[in-house]
């Protein structure tokens, strides 16, 4: 059984305080505690700071294209179901160039963790708009106040039945842990918005802010996950500033339901045809 | 590919207006379309400079062929006609080419079906037509130009049909629409027209039956029979008002043929070379590559995945090839140029991939249902900064099915992005070709590290970016144990563990990921057809893609006029193998490139990686349509005459 | 007072009965209703049958790339706010290759117009499977039926807090020209979601599907289009089978929020910069 | 640009392990890095084969110039430091040249803000270093190579400084942190730097108010005067301890200069065109052409928006052009290869489009913050099928600004899409300039429908796409009366009513939007630099964009080697202006074409465009940084001496 030591990879060159070792420190907590050897475990991430992740987590990493994190995760799962299969990136990544993919993938509900490291800000490009900023934030692109309404991914995500909606907080780890889990655990795509503060660039949106504001669901006992109206009245209320799981329903995934795809991982069978097969797809063209 | 001379020479594509309506772009002069080229062929008074070699051969007929085309409106069951005159004639045992000529609507407008048959194997649905089927006015109108000078029109006598003065044609109103209403349904006049048809080239109704069966059997015997019935009633009624007013070509030895279209061999290429991911979006024409692939996976374990759109679809194939299976996107135009973000990471991350062009009348959106090759520059140049990728161009539905095999195998080897473009012209027409050698697919999957090899290796001292001499580095696949990696779309070093920056790692890495394709030499994919070394020639024609069979058949027209034509085709274009290339073009006297594009992209590639800037003249057409062999021949005579 | 034959322009190649031409129909009576006059409406489309629209509507027309209406729509009305800028497109146009565009432009909120030709399949490209087919339908590319959950298009406009969200039914010309009144006149961004059969390749979404199916919340007195948790809900107990106005709110605009964003168009503004303007503007580099 | 010949020699970039870590990549033979270039330059022993002509002249030594870096963690203040002296010493009146080099991360890895200050127009970071200001080990191990042979390393002494055996360095330890901690904040150790700084050079700390009021004036006095204090400190310590080790050059004649960036060039030279929309992603290292338009486009009432990504960016330009607002987008290469398919639409409806590619290491996410010029190819090349296009290579600041102008007359008069194409080099690095030109600035709208014009055609007469013999038809603007068409994607005619897809239609308006481009000669932007006619030369080098500088102090070594070396500069590169590039390539005995990427692209495109294979030689550099001039002169020897 692996141990957080064997997931340990090359430094973090995050700011010191950023969100994202929180976010790093629960990912390997709970792939430990599900008991995943490294290399069962595919992280997936775009272009950020925020995507730097896959290099400093101890699993099979593809640090791919700004905004195309899930496209390459589901070409990912498809090709190898037995892969645990985590994509992860920024607020920018997910909610402003790739926030198509994001919906289409909801849509298909292949079994895939998506983690959104959300800083409300763009920090690798040192300080730009993001699509959850606040409106009337200060930024470099928004000197007098931001005039667009922030992307709402819960309630986005609930609109679209997205199978597992959850949302953890990087001040809050051990929480965090858990909700990773029960993410990767659940079979279909699981959504896990983590609010990961950028001390660097956004002086908003601090830890504290936020300790202020966030209600825990998971400690809400007659909070039903299950029922999606109930969840989207909470979001409503709440102004998203939640963390927990949100909702959860069990839905069939895409692999599941494709006619004629197999069980283990396409990557393991093999590839040639035979004469027979030859001879019988030929028989269409006669 | 040994082709039997053809006896029968070739009649004037067409009398009347003189609708050869194709450009010679010749880089240095001008020309105005070729109006010049007044006369009908046999008498052809060719109103240009002296020619200095006489007309020698007999007059150009057609032998050895029969050229049939139904047109209408869309939406009018056009195509179903067509399919089942075209896969009748193929299970008689004809050599068949068909082309589909359609807008980009759904109803109304112009469509037409051409099917040429013919007794030996042909590449080029034919300039010429002896019977056309018309359901409208504007069929004939459009397609007046292609009748040979007696040939046959049957038009349902539901419109009244005008030909313009003094055109010799024989003109047949036949009751299509009043004989299928009596048959229950209006569209059943397909049916009937074919029946008309088997009647005026003596084919008997029951040659019919296996096609009808194949067609429309899962929906019951009854539609079976009221088909097969519609059949008879037009069988009579041409047997009975028109007769047999053409010959079908003998029937050639070999019988058992493939009736298979580019983007179908394409797709069976690729299940054959262990392909089992297609990631794609919709777009014409290469949406059949989804379809056959929909259709033939799912007994073979493989997954199609209908993406949101081309940026998804091209990473979603990378993300399948990382994790170890064979995968690819196919797309035309508007999606390559969505993918060339994806492309860089394909290169840059060395994961394989392969991406079918099926090119079509750009830019832009352009002309959706038409042919043309105008993505060569994207396919060469295209993606910011600089990776090495391999450009194959298939020419043939059999190289369709061998290339796409090989093109998974070269992604694996080279551990690149692998190009495989073909037109609308050859993706969406249906040849008949004598079969496959399935013994020339091998599967190579390069350089892969094996569980074995990962366990001897320290904990974590996998190197997925290993500099190797020949560049290539040995791949681990995700579930490998001690093969921990990260593919990285930043610049890396040989661990292949996070983002490096420094300027030898780079330089480095940079040369290790450009000397990879060094060793690939891609000649066996430039073919020379000709009976003469190229020093002899009086003309060298450089081709690449779906031209093959236009060019063939002009140079054959050369040929009975006495000229020494050779054929240069190419079916590799990146890395070029240019030893060879350069070898051909040094050696004629003149060389004509000809491509379905308006700027000649082969012929200014060819001077970047060659030269021969002066001795290189363009034959180019970019009206939508593919090239008819006479476009060819009169420019090549042109640039004959031009000495 | 422009009349409807001032907006006749190139015969539609649509199919007979094609749910496009009541779109056409209605967006005509619509303008005329509101006095416009042809030069001062402009109509941008997309890619498909649908996308066709700009060439059979007597306005300026610009007919761009599938899935990019919304981004050159926006252009448009930021170049000349003076103009009445209407976007359409299709199903496949707006929801598949376009969401992400769709709810960005709903988080801006320009006064802008975007009519969804919604035939649940993608017609141009003769019957392949759409974002918005119902799950389980079978076309050309899921012949055995569709896994993925359809897109939502109002829950998400919705989720996104959407100015104005409604639908109509091409089978409802008279109703669809009244919602489509409406939302020209609402100042801001405002979808309007249109089942537009298509009669040759949807065999399944057809007229009567919906005239059996459709309930119209205009005439439903007690519905409070101004609360968006009542509009989720009613949209969630009803499958989205609604017609009429959804939802609809007072938002301010992008262009009215912009800092030194002029009221009469960019267009029609002087380029040329003068000596005072280059002397203060070059301090900034001295 | 008459340029001062340089009295002091220029001595050797660096000693130690051979940092001139570049490649010469001669398309024939492959050297390995110049470690042959071994000795010092002083006493320079070329290990290579005999030099034709003797090291002629005095040995070159810096004249003129002070080279100053301050280097240490990202995230420490460096670049501030930096602004401030290198702002102060342009207000001076110094021609300054400064070049950040940084890493794509916020926090530690190494960041240096390289100064240069010259009493003559300088266009290069240049290829050595007289002080260094070390925050950290890392800023000594990076930058030694530079240092000159007695050079000074300032090292704040909260670290042990350690310097290579027999290394000439005069190393002083100064309390930068301590001093800092004192004034109540370590961030202020940039400011005492600054300080030590002064000292060292002999300049008054009163010298940087103007800098420092202009800086945190707006946060109030009491910071501007902590920051001044903390200036003082570091020039008391700097004055006590170290006292004068360097001199500034002499102050030129014309003082006033403007200190200006490549890309605040871009956007100001965009609002002097009367730009007034842009819409562009955020993306190193363009985003400074955001702030700057965000800053000054209220002013003039533009707008500025930030869209979702690059697609939403480029098609909203094309809708404001559309409507006729002078519109842009900007981005780098990942942002250019998605915007291809974008770039399609505006060829095809004919729109204009002004697009801006600050080019930075590829391939994909590649060298985010470092400098290469490797999209040519997708610039020349990108997008399926053909359109006209133009591309424009600003050299220097003053181009950015005039050609950027100059691109909006193109756009408009053409109706097509421009490029305006620079890099992370130029594009990021401020240089004094004496001046803009602004009557230089003309606009241009090229050819537009007035409302009287429209009022008198019939009504719906009027023809967006009428064929003209210039192939320009006079566009008419939404909102104008009687000016109704519709822009479209698809092929049309004339009419630009709706999609047209007959043969001939195509043919025309596929002509009339491809010569529209006949009429346009750039080569005004083709800048012959050589008091010698091209062939009486030794060498011709040919260079685009930013290498500008480099190429023009290489040659000036070249000079006082006693070589006869000229200098070709391409701000045009499509349409090429062939026959003034073939004619200066004819006449030169030899050609060496620098360009900071892998392949020779430029040197590819000339090949295709005007032949020379053989003479045409390379010098290619893709480490992410910029050319140093002493590389550019080794090639240009080598090439010399393999004659
Ligand atoms: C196509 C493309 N556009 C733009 C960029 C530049 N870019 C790099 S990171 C980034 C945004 C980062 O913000 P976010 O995704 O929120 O991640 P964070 O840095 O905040 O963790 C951008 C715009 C890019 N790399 N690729
Ligand atoms: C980038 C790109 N991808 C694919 C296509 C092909 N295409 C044309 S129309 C269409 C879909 C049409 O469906 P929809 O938007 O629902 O419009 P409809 O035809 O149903 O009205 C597609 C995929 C294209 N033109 N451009
Ligand atoms: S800039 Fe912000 S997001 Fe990026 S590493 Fe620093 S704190 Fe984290
Ligand atoms: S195919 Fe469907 S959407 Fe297209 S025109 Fe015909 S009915 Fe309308
Ligand atoms: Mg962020
Ligand atoms: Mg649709």
Known sequence: MAKVADFRAARPTWCPGCGDYGVLNALTRAVVNLGLEPEEVVVVSGIGCSGKISQYFGAYGFHGLHGRTLPVATGVKLANRELTVIAAGGDGDGYGIGLSHVLHAIRRNIDITYIVMDNHIYGLTTGQLAPTSDKGMKTKTSPYGSVEEPVRPLELALAQGCSFVAQAFSGEINHMAEVFEKAIRHKGFSLVNVFSPCVTFNKVNTYDYFKERLVNLDEDPNYDRHDRHAAIKKVLETGGLVIGVVYEAEKPTFEDQLPGFPEEGLATRPLALNEADFAELEKQFV | MARRRNPRARTHPGGGPCRLAFSIAVSSINLCPPC?????????????????????????????????????????????????????????????????????????????????????????????????????????DHNLHELVRDGVILYDDAFRARVPEGREVRLYGVPLTRIARELGNPIMKNMVAVGVTAAVVGLPVEAFRSTIEARFGD????????????????????????????????????????????????????????????????????????????????????????????????????????????????????????MQEAIGLAGMSETPLVVVDVMRGGPSTGLPTKTEQSDLNELLYGTHGEIPRIVLAPATVEDCFYLTAEAFNLAERYQCPVYVVTDMSLGMSRTSIDGLDYSRVRIDRGSLMTQEELDRLEKGAYKRYLVTESGVSPRAIPGMRNGRFVALSNEHDEAGLEEIEDTSTREIQMKKRMRKLDDLDLSEYVDYYGDEPAENLDLLVVGWGSTIGRIQEAIEMLAADGYRVGHLHLRALYPLPKAKVRQYLAAAPRVLVVENNYTGQLGGYLRREVGFHEKLEGCHKYNGDPFLASEIYSRAREVLMNG
Not at chain 2, 81 to 99: A, D, K, P
Not at chain 2, 251 to 273: D, M, W
Request: aromatic share 10%; charged share 20%.
């Open chain 2, 219 to 338: 929906k019951g015997a009854r539609v079976v029979e009221l088909n097969m019935e519609a059949l008879r009633r037009g069988f009579e009624y041409g047997a009975e008002h028109i007769g047999q007013v053409a010959t079908l070509p003998q029937l050639p030895e070999v019988r058992r043929h493939l009736f298979i279209s580019g983007n179908e061999a394409v797709a069976y290429g690729a299940l054959a070379a262990g392909c089992r991911f297609l990631a794609a979006y919709p777009i014409t024409p290469a949406t059949e590559i989804m379809y056959w692939l929909i259709k033939n996976f799912p007994r073979y374990g493989g997954v199609v995945i209908q993406a949101e759109d081309e940026i998804a679809a091209v990473n979603m194939a990378i993300g399948a090839n990382y994790a170890g299976v064979r995968a690819m996107t196919s797309t035309s135009g508007p999606g390559l140029s969505l």
């Open chain 2, 36 to 140: 010049w080229y007044t006369g009908l062929r046999k008498g052809v008074k060719v109103v240009a400079k002296e020619l200095r070699h006489a007309a020698a051969g007999a007059p150009r007929t057609l032998a050895g062929e029969f050229n049939w085309k139904v047109g209408g409106q869309q939406g009018e069951g056009i195509d179903s006609t067509g399919e089942i005159f075209s896969q009748t004639l193929n299970r008689l045992g004809y050599y068949v080419y068909q082309y589909r000529h359609f807008m980009s609507l759904i109803k109304g407008g112009h469509t037409n079906y051409k099917v040429r048959a013919a007794d030996h194997l042909i590449r080029h649905h034919g300039d010429e037509l002896q019977v056309l089927v018309a359901f409208d006015q504007k069929t004939i």
